[in-house]
C-alpha cells in the first residue's frame, strides 16, 4: 500500500480529550477515530489489526470445535424478561419501534442462543455444542474513559459451549483456557497474561479471567509466585492460599481483563427450558459455559502493553503491515526507480507493505511517523543504500540497523 | 466438517410464519433462523454464504481502490440534525443512555463517514479518497415480510467517495458500476441482474439500481430489449426512450434491487463544511458518491433465482461448501473406512466438503436434505461404489450421475 494513496494523516499532537494510553497512541497513529467517549471508528489501519486478531481467535476457537454464526444485536424484549435481565442489567440500551414494541440492543447473546440452540437439540447425542461469532456489542458504560478498554460499542467474540454433564462442561472449559492462552501468546501478550481465579458472580462460585500486567488496568490481581495462578482482588480474601498449588506467596499488580470464561450452570437454560432426553429418557436441563475475548480491547491492551517515547511496537502476528518501507531523500529518477522496485519485490514475496513514497515529507518527519505507527520492520531506500544497491533494515524498538540486499530482507521478515 | 458434529437439524416443513421463498428455503435449509420479523440469526451454513459474498465483494472493491474501515452503529443526535435526518427518516431507530443523550442506530453512515473524512484531508492532492465497510445496518422497517430481502437489521457494504471534481466522480462512478456487475456476475445472479436507471432523490436526477429479475421483486423494472439498460417503472413515465440507446423497446419485469449507486453531489459534504483547497487555492465543497450492497439480501436473491422444488442450488463461487459427501448404507467397517478415506483426501486437496456420516438416517433422507441444502456437487459413497472403489458425483439440479475415482472428482470439483 502506498502512503501516498493512504487514508492516513501524521497527527502532530496527542488527542487533548482522552487519557488512556492506548486511545492517545492510537487516534495519533491512525488506528481509530474517536466519535464519541467510548464508540470509536476502527480506520483502514486499525481494522487490519482487528482482522489479524479475528482471524488468530477464529483459528483456535476452530481447533477447539467451534462452529461460526453470526446473531442479531436488536433482541426481542421477552427474551430478555425471561431471564430478568430487562430490568436487572443496568448497562442495557433499550430501543422502541413505531408500534411501541421493545427490544434490547445486545450486549452479550445468551438470552438469543439459549433459545436458539432449543430448537436444534433433543437428546444428549446432539451434545456437546460450540457456538461462537464475531459481533458489535452495546453497553451503555457510564464511565469510558479507557480508550478502547471500556467501550459502549465494542467488538467482541464470544463463544457458548453446551453440554449433557458437568464434566463434560469442566473437560470444555480446559481446553478453551488453553485456546485462550494460546490467542493471547500470539497475540503478543502471553507473558503478560495470567489465568486469574475471579467471582462467578450469580452462576457459580468462580470464573476465571485472563488479565494482562498495565499500569492501565482497572482491576488488581494477586499473582502466585510459585505456579503463576493469580487470583483478583476481589475475592483475595477468601483465597489465602493459591487455588493451584496451595502457595501463599503472591504479588500483587495492576491488570487489564483481556478475555473472561464463566461456567454458566443452568443459569439461561433453565429460565428457555433448554434440555435434551439423557441416555435413560429422562429429561436434563442442558449445562451451558460462555467464553468472552473483546477484541477491541484487545487490541487496546497490546497497544497499552506494546509502546515506547516514539509510538506503538506491534507484534508482527497483529501488525498492520509486515514492514515499512520509507523513501528518504529528494525522489530523484533513480532513487525512485530503486524505491518501487524493492517495493513490488517484497510484495511479490507476500510481504505486505506500506510505502512511504509521500514527496515534500521530510527525512525526520518519515523516521517520526513509522515509530508512532509501529510497524515490526523499517525498511529505508536511500541515494546510500542505492549506491550499495541495498536497504536499510531496523527492528521496531531496536537500535542497530543492517544494510542487507533484497533477498536478505525477504528471508529475515518472513 | 462432519454433519454428525455440524449445527444442523433437518426440518421437515416449511416455517408457518413465513410467506416469501427465499426465508421458508434459507430457514428450512439451516441457513437462518428466524429472531423475529426483519431479524435474522445466520447460522453456520448460512455465514459461511455470508462470508463467501464478502470476499468477492472485497476483493472487487479493492481492486477499485476501496480502503476498509469499521464506523459505529450509535451514532450521536447531532450528526443527524446536521443534515437535517434526525426528522426526515422516518425508519430511523433511536436511543437514549440514562442522561437522555440520543443516538441514532446507523441505518447509513454519510453523516459520520463526512465529519470524519474532514478531518483527514485539506487539499484536492488528498482526493480521491474511496473508503467502505461491511457492517449492520438497522432500519425500522414497516413490512418486513419478504424474508432476507428487507431487514430491520441486515448486513451492508457501503462505500463511500470523496471527489474534487464532478469528472472524478463520474469516472469512479463507471468504475463502480463495473465492479457492481463482476460482483454479481461472480454471486451466480449476472445473467438475471440489470443496472437500471431510477430516482436519484434528493441528490440527483438519476441513480443506478442493480436488478435482478424475479418473480419475489418489489420493484417493477422495463429492460431496453437493445441494449440491456433498464428503467424502474417509478421514472418511465419521462424516460420513454432509452436512455443507452434511445431505443423505445422495453420488457417490463419484476425485479430485487441488490444494489445501489448514488452520486450524492454536495448533500451530505455541505452541511459539513467537508471542502477541500482546489488548485488555484479556493475552497471546493467535496463532491461524493455512495455505493451500497446489502449482503444478507443478496444472499436473499440467490435463494430466490437459484431454487427447484427439491430445494437451494447455490452458485459454486458462493456454496457454503464445495461439496456434499454422502454415505449411504449401512455403515459398516469397510464402507466406514471408505467413506473417511474419501473425505481426508478430498480436505487435502482442498476440497471443503460437507460429509454426511449420520447414521440411523435413511438414503432417502440423506438425499433429500442435501438436495433441501443445494451444495453444488453431491457425492455418495455405497457398497456398490466401494465395490467399483469410485465414488458417485451429481451436480444438483442435474439428473445425470457418473462413478468416477477420486482423482478425477478432485480435478472435476476445482
Given at each position: ?326 523513501l528518504?531523500g529528494e525522489a530523484k529518477s533513480d532513487l525512485k526507480v530503486f524505491g518501487e522496485k524493492i ?38 531506500v536511500s541515494e546510500k543504500t542505492l549506491a550499495?544497491g ?25
Amino acid at each position: 500500500m502506498r502512503q501516498s494513496k493512504y487514508f492516513f494523516r501524521t497527527q502532530k499532537e496527542f488527542p487533548k480529550d482522552e487519557s488512556s494510553v492506548n486511545a492517545r497512541l492510537l487516534i495519533r497513529a491512525n488506528f481509530v477515530d474517536k466519535l464519541m467517549a467510548g464508540v470509536y471508528t476502527f480506520l483502514p489501519l486499525g481494522w487490519k489489526v482487528m482482522k489479524k486478531i479475528e482471524n488468530i481467535i477464529r483459528e483456535e476457537i476452530n481447533a477447539i470445535g467451534g462452529q461460526e454464526l453470526f446473531m442479531p444485536s436488536l433482541q426481542p424484549k421477552e427474551n430478555w424478561t425471561t431471564t430478568g435481565r430487562w430490568d436487572s442489567m443496568d448497562d442495557l440500551y433499550k430501543v422502541q419501534d413505531k408500534s411501541d414494541r421493545e427490544f434490547a440492543l445486545g450486549p452479550t447473546h445468551e438470552e438469543i442462543i439459549s433459545p436458539l440452540v432449543k430448537k436444534f437439540i433433543n437428546s444428549y447425542k446432539d451434545l456437546p455444542v460450540y457456538l461462537y461469532q464475531f459481533q458489535n456489542k452495546f453497553r451503555m458504560e457510564l464511565r469510558a474513559k479507557s480508550g478502547l478498554i471500556r467501550g459502549r460499542e465494542f467488538i467482541m467474540k464470544d463463544l457458548y459451549s453446551f453440554h449433557v454433564s458437568q464434566e463434560d462442561l469442566d473437560d470444555y472449559y480446559q481446553k478453551a483456557t488453553q485456546a485462550y492462552k494460546n490467542i493471547f501468546q500470539r497475540a503478543g501478550i502471553g507473558e503478560k497474561t495470567f489465568v486469574t481465579v475471579a467471582s462467578g458472580g450469580s452462576f457459580s462460585k468462580y470464573s476465571h479471567e485472563f488479565q494482562t500486567i498495565s499500569p492501565a488496568g482497572e482491576d488488581e490481581i494477586y499473582i502466585c509466585n510459585k505456579c503463576s495462578l493469580a487470583v483478583n482482588k476481589e475475592i483475595k480474601a477468601e483465597n489465602e492460599k493459591c487455588q493451584g498449588c496451595g502457595a501463599d506467596d503472591f504479588r500483587q499488580e495492576k491488570a487489564i481483563e483481556v478475555g473472561n470464561i464463566f461456567k454458566l450452570g443452568t443459569k439461561y437454560s433453565a429460565p428457555f427450558n433448554l434440555a435434551v432426553k439423557d441416555d435413560k429418557g429422562e429429561n436434563q436441563t442442558v449445562i451451558m459455559g460462555c467464553y468472552g475475548i473483546g477484541l477491541s480491547r484487545l487490541m487496546g491492551t497490546i497497544a497499552e502493553v506494546h509502546n515506547d517515547e516514539r509510538g506503538l511496537i506491534w507484534p508482527a502476528a497483529v501488525a498492520p503491515f509486515d514492514a515499512h518501507l520509507l523513501l528518504i531523500g529528494e525522489a530523484k529518477s533513480d532513487l525512485k526507480v530503486f524505491g518501487e522496485k524493492i517495493y513490488q519485490s517484497l510484495a511479490k514475496n507476500s510481504v505486505d507493505v506500506l510505502y512511504d513514497d509521500r514527496e515534500g515529507i521530510s527525512a525526520g518527519e518519515k523516521f517520526a511517523d513509522a515509530d508512532l505507527i509501529g510497524i515490526p520492520w523499517r525498511l529505508v531506500v536511500s541515494e546510500k543504500t542505492l549506491a550499495a544497491g541495498k536497504v536499510e533494515i531496523k527492528k521496531r524498538g531496536e537500535k542497530e540497523s543492517e544494510l542487507l540486499t533484497l533477498e536478505q530482507i525477504s528471508k529475515k521478515i518472513k
